[in-house]
């Protein structure tokens, strides 16, 4: 059963007993990323995937908020990337 997009997400917490990070998703783009990472794999389908990430593993979980750039801003970006491809 293939989940809608709007209803994909990853949850990813900190187990203060256990002292690793677990990690439950939905979105494939993750699944794909957290496979090999996953040390007690909990729940694995083609569509979810949970369990505590390995001691081995030594990425970094990262947030950040999408920038949204006014026309200007997008136009002045291009241009940059223009220069830089000219030399």
């Known amino acids: 059963m293939k989940i809608p997009r709007a209803e994909q997400e990853t949850i990813v917490i900190y187990d203060v007993e256990v002292g690793k990070w677990h990690i ?9 990323k957290y496979t090999a990472a996953m040390g007690e794999i909990e729940e694995k389908t083609q569509d979810r995937l ?28 291009r241009e940059q990337l223009r220069k830089g491809q000219e030399q």
Do not use: C, N, W
């Open 50 to 77: 949970a369990g505590l990430i390995s001691d081995e593993y030594s990425g970094s979980f990262m947030t950040r908020k999408r920038k949204i750039l006014t026309d200007e801003q997008r136009q002045q970006v």
């Open 24 to 32: 439950d998703t939905t979105y494939p783009p993750h699944i794909r």
